[in-house]
T-cell receptor
Framework: AQKVTQAQTEISVVEKEDVTLDCVYETRDTTYYLFWYKQPPSGELVFLIRRNSFDEQNEISGRYSWNFQKSTSSFNFTITASQVVDSAVYFCALSEALVYAGNMLTFGGGTRLMVKP | DVKVTQSSRYLVKRTGEKVFLECVQDMDHENMFWYRQDPGLGLRLIYFSYDVKMKEKGDIPEGYSVSREKKERFSLILESASTNQTSMYLC????????????FGDGTRLSIL
């Protein structure tokens, strides 16, 4: 069965620090998708990125970057020069390529990031 | 932009009541999902639906049922509410193919007294 582990339950940093959120996953499927979502205090989960298992290139989007390593089953998320607005709960999620299941997601427990001014 | 709307942000009910949580999406998505979110446990899937009148159990369906009579609407029903169903409930929708991202509503914080 699939599983996603976010070992860091809470991280606190000072503004402008870099911070990395860890995500480790387990799956028997060779084809799968990994996601990161952000949940600000307002409550709505906001989609950040999707990566499929065949694409191990790192991705950068502004201050956000993602490091996907199949060898260690990890999909880590780094925020460079953090800002107070980055304070949120971040979820990593996994979707296996099961046809009937559409795109069911298995979520990690989430990491609460607090960025202090 | 995709809009997923949940009928209530906050809801307080009593033990034993039948509770309905409603979710509507406006992007003609085939898939719809109900999750509950509890601290430290992330989001856990209760039920999902990939078409009208179709439903599949998720990881924690006990004590819940769902209804999907129209494509845009997916209802979660607590047949006889209990205190251990106090939680944040999140609805989501997505296209069926291609493992597209799920789009979430704002959530309903449900308290069962």
């Amino acid at each position: 069965a699939q599983k996603v582990t976010q070992a860091q339950t809470e991280i606190s940093v000072v503004e402008k620090e870099d911070v990395t959120l860890d995500c480790v996953y387990e799956t028997r499927d060779t084809t799968y998708y990994l996601f990161w979502y952000k949940q600000p205090p307002s409550g709505e989960l906001v989609f950040l990125i999707r990566r499929n298992s065949f694409d191990e290139q790192n991705e950068i989007s502004g201050r956000y970057s993602w490091n996907f390593q199949k060898s260690t089953s990890s999909f880590n998320f780094t925020i460079t020069a953090s800002q107070v607005v980055d304070s949120a709960v971040y979820f990593c999620a996994l979707s296996e390529a099961l046809v009937y299941a559409g795109n069911m997601l298995t979520f990690g427990g989430g990491t609460r990031l607090m960025v202090k001014p | 932009d995709v809009k997923v709307t949940q009928s209530s942000r906050y809801l307080v009910k009593r033990t034993g009541e039948k509770v309905f949580l409603e979710c509507v999406q406006d992007m003609d998505h085939e898939n719809m999902f109900w999750y509950r979110q509890d601290p430290g446990l992330g989001l856990r899937l209760i039920y999902f639906s990939y078409d009208v009148k179709m439903k599949e159990k998720g990881d924690i369906p006990e004590g819940y049922s769902v209804s999907r009579e129209k494509k845009e609407r997916f209802s979660l029903i607590l047949e006889s509410a209990s205190t251990n169903q106090t939680s944040m409930y999140l609805c989501a929708s997505s296209l069926h193919r291609g493992h597209q991202p799920q789009h979430f509503g704002d959530g309903t914080r449900l308290s069962i007294l």
